[in-house]
């Protein structure tokens, strides 16, 4: 109502002067000031009339809807007419006009008005209005049509301005030369309005002709105008080419970090992808910090295990120490500049007062005031930049670091450490270290900044400062015992978090297994026990955390208390400048304080990391003097051992291999062959130099190529697998697939060679991946070659294939080593080593050896005894038969026989059909879009207890707010301004009142820092156990799909953001809203006024909040994704690492981790530069607000407001920007933070299995008692959208009978074993056990029914008896009696811990073969009635593979047994066996019928393997 009656009162006053005028002088009147501004706020009024009608007149026509050309114009007039520049340029006019307007408005309302200043008043603000919607008017205009240049209502206005602004200009100077006195920002505001006029004027009419050209050219320039199909796809992605344009930015550019606009202008246009983030200067990125940071390592003489914590500190702080020296200044500058303002309160409130030093006293003040915020908010922004600089940079150094050595741990000392441990170095521990750059310069600032306090309360309040000193001091000792605590808890938080990661990453790698026994809920149950003991160590933690938080809340409160009591003691006058100054002083004095326990914390958990990361560094690496290595061509002598003993274990009296005389000479063929655990794979491993040498010598001449017996495939392309760094020769890269039979796999595959595998090669058979080690192992063209076993893991047929041409042919001329079991391969060597308890036992040619002694006898007796059961297969007819059989099975097996049918038979038809479906079987990990859902925030905080305890907190904080205001109120009303003024109270009731409200906002505190601290602990600990149950009762197929390192980084980097940082972080956002709404109050009691520049400021805020959140969000979901492939590449590097080193690869692998370090590092810069850049703005905003505040208190006149209060405004706007870019920063940072949930979410969501027990359908307890297995019509595929791969079998397997199922690669077999333990559901027909459909029946009880020997024999971290019986149901003595079956008794006897003994992660301390007969005896104890071997004896030489189908035939001679074999031994004494063929039952008989019938398939089969056994490849 007031605002109206003045404007009506500026225009009767107008027209009144206008008309009065005219009566007059003719032109006098038009040289009045009141006519020339009241003539351009009439014009501005007729302009904003017209631009409101324009946009009436717009809203009723009907919109045409304009084509996908204009728009694509439309882009490119933007940059033609210099579109951006005239918005800023209008924008930047009207904010001029406001300034001036506010400005004036303060000045006058101090001095008087008159009608002239209303006038121009009123001139002011149509201005701003005027241009602000000229503004709005462009933006929207060219956002609307797609005209090629500005409307002519602009161009028209824009001249118009120009003349007006000319002709004011003109009079101002006429009347400054007639000595009319002016004020001053008339001048000032036509100046401006004339050089805008000029520019405008230049764009609307000049600029325009070179628009209009440029148009003309535009499509022939590009040869096609349409240029992109929408804003977001016309912006490039050049991110990932160049180089972030910090490295190149100017001072200001740096200043004002301008340098991350582009940036975050892409991301409001697009979600920002990895391509668009740049890359990182040289001096950031791993690639060139890692160099100078090892110098300096080295240069503090620290070389091999000479790693100390101490010499870690310094390198890493001699590599980064210009940043430091900055940000020490930075943060210096800062400290001083934040302490001007408490030091000059107490003269602004005696300035109120009336206390006047000297003229103009007042705007120096505001001056001096503004400009330290100016340099608080620029040191501050920078110096937090760089502290982060230097963390992403510290982290990044240590990463490659741990990755460095992890290369070259020796197996001594991976054995203990697990590589979950491994990778917690990396993602704990370096992140932890990289963090602590935040609270780098702490300990000294603190120093600074008391020190600055005391100075600054010695002037006000003189000894009693002593009082603050003490009472300081006392605070921060008694945060000693508290840290103490704290450290001794974060260790123990840290080790069991080793604990819990190291058994989920076992467990997630053979998940398939536990299923497959119906064990992972007793799996799980473990991980919730080590869950247990880290949230006993966690709650400790955090109730630590928050009784620290409750001292250093109460702190200020105990120092303003100890100090003023101290002045109330030494009768000093307290005045409320000087009280005001205090308060202002222990507000900034509170932040170190309140940061203390932080630091130290942090402090503590640093030191934690540096001695754990230290302590790995000191780790022994691989013996380096093993091999002697000598030049390529210099010696006739591949490989010289002379006198060699060798032990996995230099402590232990019992040596692996002893006495190893060995001399190959290039080009020999040399085989390996012994029982399980001979020491077979140890000589080949001390070849590889791996075993620590004891004594004697080893040399090699010529490089080295490794096969390893358990595959190890990186996750990746075919192509990349085979290659492994050579450049491809596609001649000889065609001639390896044919001879390693990958040609037929590749093009089943429907990418080919491009195919992209799963983690550990989850979507290849074990036959694939064996084949493709070898086809790596070959493209290499080395000079020696090891083969672990590689034929026991494909069929027959396809083994004595690839011996043919790979180890007889390809390799005809090269050195080969090769262990084998299969005694058929033994004759083609030129020199056989027989191997028992780790001696060579004999050696020489297959002839000399063979009646030469025992131990290679029995070998070879083992495989006679095993062909025996060929006997009856008459040998004339089938070698007529053996030609046309292998011509009629070429066409289907020739190239993709050896798929072994380990897990996925199918993977080939699967990849097809999801080519169309969705692509390759290994996704890009998902990630959110957009915004984070507030369901994702109303969850967490509704979690524990419902979110009941989320009012109790908010209510403790807001009752602490009110408290502490209501103390400061207190101080600053009750005690008198200056020393002549009588005080309101007496000096006790002043301390008394103020005590007790000050003690009780700090009980709110504990009460507020406990309740969350509850609710954060219960709410990690829900989502902690439902994320993992979802997990565990996910179907097999999400394992398949999903790489480990996704789930591992949730379950250890999103759960540790869940325990110890997001609980924090809701409760910092809620807090700081309550402070800001504080100080809003408290300033708005003061001057409502205020409130005139506080609106728009808050809007620009949230306007530059809304512009910012796009790119941060995306950012930090980039940072959450590209985390994944550091951890993944890193924990394959760790367990291929002997194949890595075996072909000197390990340059190559470091620079890849490199490469994704930096991709990781990439976000996480810029993330770090967009806070910045927000937070900056923010900061001058709020700077601006309090200097409006400033100016308008010195405007009022004196008396009109209590000075105290007044004060108490001022301490509080202080405080107003770091508040205010807290608020912003902590809604940003919880968006960011927030992900974690969001993440941890998605995998409370998967779909589940059918459930694992149906209680109102359970079998009986002696189901199944026959065992008959009854397959009626069975049809599965293993999607909805892919083809059948069983395609309708109909059989039964005989209760108590042997059935053998034999079929080539892709014809189903695995494929039925998974569908009998429901690994994969039916799509049609049933499998019914003894009568009882499957489907029925819970996963558990079917599974823990049925027994299986899987192909990849599994063994888990803990002992023998864990390992044997992990449900805990049987006694020792079953135990003991199940091993002695398996034939593994007398070896665990000879063990000091009996059964007790331990087992290493993935059983690395047992071999292949002595891992699989701890399965056998798994199945010995279940003593099921359906027993299934999948491959079970491929890792076991023939006489062990007697020795467990004997055991077999002797303890399960009444139950049903279902073998899948390619050794035709194993299924040669079957009761029945089944031909598979393409999904479909080709035979089905028992094997004397079969063979009967000379032309059956399976008559085929055997007469292959028999050819080939009794063949002896020899040259």
Same mark, same amino acid.
């Given at each position: 109502m007031l605002l109206f009656d003045s404007a009506k009162h500026v225009l009767l006053t107008f027209f009144t002067h206008s008309s009065s005028a005219l009566m007059y002088s003719g032109t006098d009147f038009l040289l009045k000031p009141v006519f020339v501004r009241g003539f351009s706020a009439s014009l501005h009024l007729v302009l904003l009339l017209v631009l409101f009608l324009s946009w009436v007149w717009k809203k009723l026509r009907v919109s045409v809807s304009r084509s996908s050309v204009e728009s694509k114009e439309r882009l490119k007039n933007r940059g033609v007419l210099w579109y951006k520049l005239t918005f800023v340029c209008c924008l930047g006019v009207s904010v001029f006009n406001l300034v001036f307007c506010l400005l004036s408005y303060?000045?006058?309302?101090?001095?008087?008005?008159?009608?002239?200043?209303?006038?121009?008043?009123?001139?002011?603000?149509?201005?701003?209005?005027?241009?602000?919607?000229?503004?709005?008017?462009?933006?929207?205009?060219?956002?609307?049509?797609?005209?090629?240049?500005?409307?002519?209502?602009?161009? +028209?206005?824009?001249?118009?301005?120009?003349?007006?602004?000319?002709?004011?200009?003109?009079?101002?100077?006429?009347?400054?030369?007639?000595?009319?006195?002016?004020?001053?920002?008339?001048?000032?505001?036509?100046?401006?309005?004339?050089?805008?006029?000029?520019?405008?004027?230049?764009?609307?009419f000049v600029k325009r002709r070179e628009g209009e050209d440029t148009l003309l050219q535009e499509p022939l320039l590009n040869g096609n105008s349409n240029v992109s199909d929408d804003v977001g796809s016309s912006i490039k992605s050049k991110g990932a080419d160049n180089v972030t344009p910090y490295s190149n930015a100017g001072l200001f550019c740096l200043f004002t970090f301008s340098w991350m606009g582009s940036l975050i202008a892409v991301g409001n246009k697009k979600t920002l992808d990895l391509e668009d983030v740049p890359q990182l200067d040289n001096a950031d990125s791993v690639v060139g910090a890692f160099p100078i940071f090892r110098s300096k390592l080295q240069a503090e003489g620290c070389v091999g295990s000479g790693v100390t914590t101490l010499k870690l500190v310094k390198a890493l702080v001699w590599s980064a120490w210009k940043e430091i020296l900055i940000t020490g200044l930075l943060a210096l500058l800062y400290t001083i500049a934040s302490y001007v303002g408490p030091y000059l309160i107490d003269t602004f409130v005696q300035y109120l007062n009336g206390k006047r030093e000297f003229e103009n006293e007042g705007f120096v003040l505001v001056s001096v005031f503004f400009f330290a915020k100016l340099v608080?908010?620029?040191?501050?922004?920078?110096?937090?930049?760089?502290?982060?600089?230097?963390?992403?940079?510290?982290?990044?150094?240590?990463?490659?670091?741990?990755?460095?050595?992890?290369?070259t741990l020796s197996c001594q000392s991976k054995q203990g450490h697990s590589s979950g441990e491994i990778i917690n170095f990396m993602t704990v521990d370096a992140e932890r270290v990289g963090d602590f750059s935040w609270y780098m310069h702490d300990l000294w600032i603190v120093l600074v900044q008391v020190a600055l306090a005391l100075v600054i309360l010695y002037k006000n309040l003189g000894l009693a400062s002593i009082a603050t000193l003490l009472a300081t001091i006392i605070v921060m000792l008694a945060n000693f015992p508290l840290g103490r605590l704290q450290e001794k808890f974060q260790d123990k938080l840290m080790e069991s978090k080793d604990k819990r990661m190291k058994t989920t990453s076992e467990i997630l790698r053979n998940m398939r297994i536990l299923k497959l026994q119906g064990w992972e809920m007793k799996f799980l149950s473990k991980i919730v026990e080590l869950r247990k003991s880290e949230a006993g160590w966690l709650k400790k933690y955090v109730y630590t955390s928050a009784m620290t938080s409750f001292v250093f809340w109460g702190a200020p409160t105990f120092v303003s208390v100890a100090t003023f009591g101290a002045c109330t003691l030494l009768g000093i006058p307290l005045e409320s400048g000087k009280i005001l100054s205090a308060l202002a002083t222990f507000r900034i004095l509170q932040e170190p304080i309140y940061n203390l326990p932080d630091t130290i914390s942090m402090i503590i958990q640093t030191k934690v990391s540096l001695d754990r990361i230290a302590s790995f560094l000191c780790l022994d690496d691989l013996q380096t003097d093993v091999i002697e290595v000598q030049p390529r061509g210099s010696s006739d002598t591949a490989i010289d051992i002379v006198d060699a003993n060798f032990s996995w274990d230099i402590s232990s009296p019992n040596q692996t291999l002893r006495d190893i005389n060995l001399k190959v000479f290039h080009g020999m063929r040399v085989a390996v062959c012994g029982t399980v655990g001979s020491g077979k794979s140890s000589l080949l491993s001390c070849i590889l130099g791996e075993v620590p040498k004891i004594s004697g010598n080893l040399k090699l001449c010529g490089t080295k190529a490794y096969v390893a017996q358990s595959p190890w495939i990186q996750s990746g392309k075919i192509e990349d697998n085979i290659l492994f760094g050579k450049e491809m020769d596609r001649e000889r890269y065609d001639r390896v697939l044919e001879a390693c039979s990958l040609k037929k796999d590749l093009e089943i595959l429907s990418f080919g060679d491009q195919t992209v595998i799963g983690e550990r090669g989850i979507n290849l058979s074990g036959g694939q991946k064996q084949r493709i080690q070898i086809a790596r192992a070959l493209y290499q063209d080395a000079d020696i070659y090891l083969f672990d076993d590689p034929f026991s893991a494909v069929d027959a047929h396809t083994g004595s294939h690839l011996f043919k041409e790979v180890l007889l042919g390809a390799l005809n001329s090269k050195t080969v080593v090769y262990v084998t079991h299969q005694v058929e391969f033994l004759p083609a060597a030129d020199l056989i080593l027989v191997m028992k308890d780790g001696k060579i036992t004999q050696a020489g040619k297959y002839t000399e050896i063979l009646n030469s002694g025992t131990d290679f006898m029995e070998l070879v007796g083992a495989h006679k005894q095993a062909l025996s059961a060929l006997d009856s297969i008459e040998d004339g007819p089938v070698s007529e038969k053996i030609s046309t059989s292998k011509e009629s099975c070429s066409a289907s097996s020739n190239g993709g026989v050896a798929k072994n049918e380990k897990h996925q038979d199918v993977q080939n038809d699967k990849a097809n059909d999801v080519a169309e479906a969705k692509g390759q079987l290994v996704q890009e990990e998902e990630r959110e879009k957009g915004r984070v859902g507030f369901s994702v925030y109303w969850?967490?905080?509704?979690?524990?207890?419902?979110?009941?305890?989320?009012?109790?907190?908010?209510?403790?904080?807001?009752?602490?707010?009110?408290?502490?205001?209501?103390?400061?109120?207190?101080?600053?009303?009750?005690?008198?301004?200056?020393?002549?003024?009588?005080?309101?109270?007496?000096?006790?009731?002043?301390?008394?009142?103020?005590?007790?409200?000050?003690?009780?906002?700090?009980?709110?505190?504990?009460?507020?820092?406990?309740?969350?601290?509850?609710?954060?602990?219960?709410?990690?600990?829900?989502?902690?156990?439902?994320?993992?149950?979802?997990?565990?009762?996910?179907?097999?197929?999400?394992?398949?799909?999903?790489?480990?390192?996704?789930?591992?980084?949730?379950?250890?980097?999103?759960?540790?953001?869940?325990?110890?940082?997001?609980?924090?972080?809701?409760?910092?956002?809620?807090?700081?809203?309550?402070?800001?709404?504080?100080?809003?109050? +408290?300033?708005?009691?003061?001057?409502?006024?205020?409130?005139?520049?506080?609106?728009?400021?808050?809007?620009?805020?949230?306007?530059?909040?809304?512009?910012?959140?796009?790119?941060?969000?995306?950012?930090?979901?980039?940072?959450? +994704?590209?985390?994944?492939?550091?951890?993944?590449?890193?924990?394959?590097?760790?367990?291929?690492?002997?194949?890595?080193?075996?072909?000197?690869?390990?340059?190559?692998f470091r620079d890849t981790n490199m490469k994704l370090n930096d991709a990781y590092s990439r976000p996480k810069f810029h993330i770090a530069?967009?806070?910045?850049?927000?937070?900056?703005?923010?900061?001058?905003?709020?700077?601006?607000?309090?200097?409006?505040?400033?100016?308008?208190?010195?405007?009022?006149?004196?008396?009109?407001?209590?000075?105290?209060?007044?004060?108490?405004?001022?301490?509080?706007?202080?405080?107003?920007?770091?508040?205010?870019?807290? +608020?912003?920063?902590?809604?940003?940072?919880?968006?960011?933070?927030?992900?974690?949930? /969001?993440?941890?979410?998605?995998?409370?969501?998967?779909?589940? %299995?059918?459930?694992?027990?149906? /209680? %109102?359908?359970?079998?009986?307890?002696?189901?199944?008692?026959?065992? %008959?297995?009854?397959?009626?019509?069975?049809?599965?595929?293993?999607?909805?959208?892919?083809?059948?791969?069983?395609?309708?079998?109909?059989?039964?397997?005989?209760?108590?009978?042997?059935?053998?199922?034999?079929?080539?690669?892709?014809?189903?077999?695995?494929?039925?074993?998974?569908?009998?333990?429901?690994?994969?559901?039916?799509?049609?027909?049933?499998?019914?056990?003894?009568?009882?459909?499957?489907?029925?029946?819970?996963?558990?009880?079917?599974?823990?029914?049925?027994?299986?020997?899987?192909?990849?024999?599994?063994?888990?971290?803990?002992?023998?008896?864990?390992?044997?019986?992990?449900?805990?149901?049987?006694?020792?003595? /079953?135990?003991?009696?199940?091993?002695?079956?398996?034939?593994?008794?007398?070896?665990?006897?000879?063990? %000091?811990?009996k059964l007790d003994s331990k087992v290493t992660e993935n059983g690395e301390n047992w071999s292949m073969g002595q891992r699989q007969l701890v399965c056998l005896g798994r199945v010995l104890l279940k003593k099921s009635k359906v027993l299934v071997l999948d491959e079970a004896t491929a890792s076991v030489d023939t006489a062990t593979d007697n020795l467990i189908q004997q055991t077999l035939r002797q303890h399960f001679s009444d139950c049903t047994v279902i073998t899948i074999a390619h050794r035709i031994t194993s299924v040669i004494d079957s009761d029945m066996v089944l031909l598979l063929n393409n999904g479909l039952i080709e035979e089905y008989d028992s094997p004397s019928k079969l063979l009967e019938n000379k032309s059956s398939s399976f008559a085929q089969l055997v007469a292959e393997y028999s050819v080939r056994s009794n063949s002896s490849f020899e040259k």
């Open positions: 303060f000045y006058w309302y101090r001095n008087g008005w008159s009608d002239e200043k209303l006038v121009t008043l009123f001139d002011f603000v149509l201005r701003t209005l005027g241009w602000g919607a000229i503004s709005v008017y462009l933006h929207t205009h060219f956002l609307n049509t797609a005209e090629q240049k500005f409307p002519l209502l602009l161009r +028209v206005w824009w001249g118009s301005y120009m003349s007006v602004s000319c002709y004011c200009l003109v009079i101002d100077i006429v009347l400054c030369k007639n000595h009319v006195s002016l004020p001053i920002q008339y001048l000032v505001s036509d100046v401006v309005s004339v050089i805008g006029g000029f520019f405008f004027c230049y764009l609307g608080e908010c620029l040191s501050r922004r920078n110096w937090f930049f760089r502290l982060q600089q230097v963390g992403i940079r510290i982290r990044a150094v240590l990463v490659a670091m741990v990755y460095n050595k992890g290369l969850k967490y905080i509704t979690t524990a207890y419902g979110g009941a305890l989320v009012p109790f907190i908010l209510l403790a904080q807001i009752l602490f707010q009110i408290l502490q205001i209501g103390s400061n109120y207190w101080m600053a009303w009750a005690t008198p301004v200056s020393e002549d003024a009588k005080s309101p109270v007496g000096g006790s009731t002043l301390i008394i009142v103020y005590v007790a409200l000050s003690v009780g906002s700090s009980f709110c505190i504990l009460g507020r820092a406990t309740l969350l601290v509850t609710a954060g602990y219960k709410t990690a600990s829900i989502l902690f156990n439902k994320m993992h149950l979802c997990i565990f009762h996910a179907p097999m197929s999400f394992f398949d799909a999903t790489p480990s390192g996704r789930i591992i980084n949730r379950a250890s980097t999103d759960q540790s953001a869940l325990d110890m940082n997001i609980p924090y972080q809701v409760g910092a956002f809620a807090f700081s809203m309550i402070q800001l709404l504080g100080i809003i109050i +408290v300033m708005s009691q003061v001057a409502w006024q205020v409130f005139l520049v506080f609106i728009p400021v808050i809007a620009t805020s949230i306007w530059y909040q809304q512009y910012y959140i796009p790119s941060a969000r995306e950012l930090s979901r980039l940072v959450g +994704v590209s985390k994944a492939p550091v951890i993944q590449h890193f924990a394959e590097t760790i367990s291929g690492s002997t194949t890595i080193r075996s072909f000197d690869q390990e340059t190559r530069g967009a806070m910045e850049w927000l937070c900056f703005r923010l900061d001058m905003l709020s700077s601006i607000t309090f200097a409006f505040s400033l100016i308008f208190l010195i405007s009022i006149p004196k008396g009109l407001i209590d000075p105290a209060i007044a004060g108490l405004a001022v301490t509080y706007g202080l405080n107003l920007n770091t508040l205010q870019a807290w +608020v912003i920063w902590n809604l940003c940072n919880l968006e960011n933070k927030i992900i974690s949930v /969001e993440r941890i979410l998605q995998y409370t969501c998967i779909p589940s %299995e059918p459930p694992l027990v149906l /209680e %109102e359908n359970r079998p009986k307890r002696s189901w199944p008692s026959h065992g %008959e297995v009854d397959i009626c019509g069975l049809q599965v595929r293993y999607a909805p959208q892919m083809p059948l791969v069983l395609r309708g079998l109909t059989c039964t397997f005989p209760g108590g009978m042997k059935t053998g199922i034999v079929g080539r690669t892709g014809s189903g077999k695995s494929t039925l074993i998974q569908t009998l333990f429901r690994i994969v559901e039916p799509a049609a027909g049933q499998i019914m056990i003894d009568g009882i459909n499957i489907l029925s029946i819970g996963l558990h009880d079917l599974r823990s029914r049925l027994s299986i020997i899987p192909q990849d024999p599994t063994m888990f971290e803990g002992t023998v008896r864990s390992n044997l019986d992990p449900l805990e149901e049987y006694t020792d003595e /079953e135990i003991w009696e199940a091993l002695d079956k398996s034939q593994l008794g007398d070896e665990v006897r000879k063990k %000091e811990e």
